[in-house]
């Protein structure tokens, strides 16, 4: 049976007067444990990445000359920023959970393993795209500044200013691949107990950040000075790392029969449209600066690690709809589409390729292309190192 560390475990172990342990409170009774805690494939994973790419299209596309002037689709598409948040917490939760189950398994983390595999997930198609991006600079299509290029290369346009938008898109990979890096690590020294604790107080760091840009800084700094900041605060990896924390404590949870108790508790089907409310209406109110920071990103990320979970656990409709062929292909593939989609959704390029529908058809054929000669193969070759 998976338990939790025994300071993060709140059950009591201690002998009673009939010398067995205390049963579990109510709410840390618990459907048996799902058969991918130990191996194997997480279910609706790649059906949320297929939702979460989708609603990117959309709120890029959105700018593209031909998109529907319909209000009501414009008003729904300037909402798919959360796309992005939902890529947040399934990556925290996914990582989290093969390094748990490899901690499990062998008492410790191959950190060697581990970023061999990442090198192979992700660079070879990062690479690719970067070339296509430079050939397309040298025929003058694209204007990119030399920072951009640094800072595509190095994995930090995230603390950019305004990057280019041919590249401006990589700021969501170096967030998540700085926690590609850190994580693992932090697991090896700490392993799950510190897990717990690192993962609490990113949560609770970030969020303070965030709140003191906005609320605290414009009385401490000049304008322009608290105008740049709240920019960044809108993808630095120090304001936006609770959103992946988010997604790693749901997995560090997952693996503890009490905490996994409450999940299931908390995930019933009524109150699973109660998140989806709560997501809708901060999404509505997200215009408004002070609430974007202080409130909208650690709601929509605990709201969205709370559907994910009950989507996961659900043996319902949802989940059918999530396992379906169409939306798994599409999540498979998510990484390359996201790649790929901005260099024909571009707002500030006239022309046929830069129009809706089409800029989103040329896209997904880009990203099959990346996907079937450098992602597949790579990925055969990753999955190699885990055996």
Same mark, same amino acid.
């Given at each position: ?9 709140p059950?009591?172990?201690?002998? @009673?007067g009939?010398?067995?342990p ?8 618990t459907?048996?444990?799902? %058969? *991918? /805690?130990?191996?194997?494939q997480i ?9 979460a ?19 009501v ?11 992005? %948040?939902?890529? +947040? ?7 989290t @959970? ?6 499990e398994?062998t008492?410790?983390?191959n /950190?060697?393993?581990f970023?061999?595999r990442r090198?192979?997930?992700i660079?070879?198609?990062?690479t ?7 050939a397309?600079? #040298? ?5 990119l500044?030399?920072?951009d *290029?640094?800072?595509a290369?190095?994995?930090t ?12 898109? @990589? *700021?969501s ?5 700085? +926690?590609? +890096?850190? *994580?693992?690590f932090? #697991? ?15 949560i ?8 003191f840009?906005?609320?605290g800084?414009?009385?401490l ?17 120090f304001?936006?790392? %609770?959103t992946?924390?988010?997604?790693? /404590? ?7 029969d009490? =905490?996994?108790? =409450? ?11 109660g998140?989806f ?11 408004i ?5 202080c ?16 989507f996961?656990?659900?043996?319902? /409709? ?10 798994m ?14 260099? +024909? ?23 099959? #292309?990346?996907?079937w @000669? ?5 990925n055969?070759?990753? %999955?190699?190192?885990?055996?």
């Amino acid at each position: 049976m998976n338990q939790s560390p025994a300071l993060l475990e709140p059950v009591d172990q201690r002998v @009673t007067g009939s010398s067995q342990p205390r049963r579990l409170p109510a709410a840390a009774e618990t459907l048996p444990p799902p %058969d *991918w /805690l130990d191996r194997g494939q997480i279910p609706c994973l790649d059906g949320l990445r297929a939702i979460a790419v989708s609603l990117v299209l959309i709120v890029h596309a959105m700018k593209s000359p031909g998109f529907p002037e319909s209000p009501v689709i414009r008003h729904l598409a300037d909402h798919g920023h959360i796309g992005v %948040d939902i890529f +947040f917490v399934i990556s925290g939760f996914l990582i989290t @959970t093969l390094l748990a189950r490899e901690l499990e398994r062998t008492g410790k983390v191959n /950190l060697k393993r581990f970023y061999a595999r990442r090198f192979l997930r992700i660079i070879p198609a990062y690479t690719i795209l970067l070339i296509a991006v430079a050939a397309c600079q #040298l025929a003058g299509k694209f204007e990119l500044r030399t920072r951009d *290029w640094v800072a595509a290369v190095t994995y930090t346009t995230n603390f950019l200013y305004h990057p280019s938008w041919e590249l401006g898109h @990589t *700021w969501s990979l170096s967030v998540e691949e700085h +926690f590609y +890096f850190l *994580w693992p690590f932090a #697991l090896f020294v700490a392993g799950i107990a510190g897990g717990w604790r690192m993962a609490l107080s990113c949560i609770v760091g970030c969020w303070g950040l965030r709140c003191f840009i906005v609320l605290g800084l414009p009385v401490l700094a000049s304008h322009e000075t608290a105008s740049y900041y709240s920019a960044l605060a809108e993808n630095s990896t120090f304001t936006r790392l %609770d959103t992946i924390s988010m997604g790693c /404590l749901l997995a560090l949870a997952s693996r503890s029969d009490y =905490w996994r108790g =409450w999940l299931d508790r908390l995930t019933r089907p009524a109150m699973m449209f109660g998140y989806f409310a709560a997501i809708c209406v901060a999404l509505e109110l997200g215009a408004i600066s002070k609430f974007h920071h202080c409130v909208y990103y650690s709601l929509a990320a605990a709201c969205i690690a709370l559907l994910m979970w009950g989507f996961i656990r659900s043996e319902g /409709l949802a989940r059918k709809v999530l396992s379906n062929r169409l939306l798994m292909t599409m999540g498979i593939g998510s990484y390359s589409i996201y790649l790929w989609q901005q260099l +024909f959704i571009h707002p500030k390029q006239a022309g046929w390729i830069h129009a809706f529908p089409q800029n989103i058809v040329l896209s997904l054929g880009a990203a099959c #292309l990346s996907f079937w @000669t450098i992602e597949r193969p790579c990925n055969r070759l990753k %999955d190699r190192l885990a055996d």
